[in-house]
């Protein structure tokens, strides 16, 4: 990957990260449930038993609501953890 590319991605990772925020708790709240619900009523989702997420944090998009619905819906939730002799690699966990 270039050296100019890695920059881009780290400045776009930074600028959304300060938008994230900026948001208020009422506004974080309103984006979790409504990603959460539209997750829920797609059609891949509602077919799938098995779903690999991400445990949200650092201001992120609270994914914590959506994967305990999954749950609920005997549905197999899997999220990633750094593989611990390569950590390059990403193994997804149950």
Known sequence: MSTNLVK???IIRQTVRQYRRQL????????TDKITYLVL???LIRSAAHLALFFS???EINTH???KK???QDK???LPVLHPFNRHQLLFLH
Not at 24 to 31: F, I, K, L, R, V
């Open 57 to 59: 944090f650092d201001g």
């Open 76 to 78: 197999k939730v899997y």
């Open 8 to 10: 881009r991605q780290k």
């Open 65 to 67: 609501p959506l994967i």
């Open 24 to 31: 208020t708790c009422e506004q974080e709240n309103s984006a």
């Open 41 to 43: 009523e797609h059609e």
């Open 70 to 72: 999954l749950w609920t």
